[in-house]
């Protein structure tokens, strides 16, 4: 591991003590070790993509009351002393500024690479197994309903359905989850995609059928 990798590490480590367990260093870690298997497969950046899986949630403006600007001057501030290059810099802070599934309709096109790839693995940790756990645990965090019998999810929902089912925990997964696979970017991302997606599917079916004792 080159030292700026290293020095990274420390001070994310350091910033996302007492974080929530969706956004925690496992799930940084988790990011950056799916960010360096997806980037294997294509001609990237490796120190940018590495640099921006490893930052990306410290740009989040939940944790910032809203001000994602503090976050990215924080980056820049710890990058500059690393002595990192200012392309170098600037390519990252560009990457954890546009990364979110939230800002999805206003990221320019051409996205670079680097940040298709760190997008890939971000939002492959939102499906699966772990993304079932992630979901249930966020579920539990607000005190939303599990399940509720009267609302049958489904994908394409119209307004008047989505209003109804609304803050299940189960509705995530209608709502974003299932549709994930969909916006993936570089073919290993697919590939990984396929199998959790495949898997959440087999939970939802598990689900209904244990729910209705059937
Ligand atoms: P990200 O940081 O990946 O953009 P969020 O901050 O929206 O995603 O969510 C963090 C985790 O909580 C994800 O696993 C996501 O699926 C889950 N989550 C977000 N909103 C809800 C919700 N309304 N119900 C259940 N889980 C949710
Ligand atoms: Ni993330």
């Known amino acids: 591991m080159n030292n700026l990798i290293e ?14 367990a969706g956004h ?4 940084i870690e988790r990011v950056w070790k799916l960010s360096k298997k997806i980037a294997e ?25 809203g001000d994602e600007t503090i976050a990215l001057k924080v980056s820049r ?36 690479i680097e940040l298709k790839v760190v997008q890939d693995a971000d939002r492959l940790d939102a499906i699966g197994a772990i993304g079932v756990a992630r979901t249930f645990n966020f579920g539990g965090f607000k005190n939303n309903l599990m399940y509720h019998p009267d609302i049958e999810p489904k994908l394409n929902m119209s307004k008047e359905e989505y209003k109804k089912s609304d803050g299940t925990t189960i509705n995530h997964f209608y ?5 994930l ?12 995609a396929e199998e959790r997606h495949n898997f959440m599917l087999q939970f939802l079916d598990q689900f209904y059928k244990e729910w209705n004792v059937s």
């Open 181 to 192: 696979k969909g916006f993936m970017n570089t073919e290993k991302g697919k590939e990984i």
């Open 7 to 20: 020095s990274t590490v420390e001070f994310v480590k350091e910033k996302l003590k007492g974080a929530e």
């Open 175 to 179: 709502e974003k989850l299932l549709l």
């Open 77 to 112: 501030e710890f990058l500059e002393n690393q002595n990192a290059s200012e392309d170098t810099i600037e390519q990252v802070l560009f990457i954890i500024k546009n990364i979110s599934f939230k800002n999805r309709g206003e990221v320019p096109q051409n996205l670079p």
């Open 24 to 27: 925690d260093w496992f799930h």
């Open 41 to 65: 497969t294509e001609n990237c950046n490796q120190e940018v993509v590495e640099l921006s899986a490893l930052l990306h949630d410290i740009a989040d403006p939940k944790f910032h009351g």
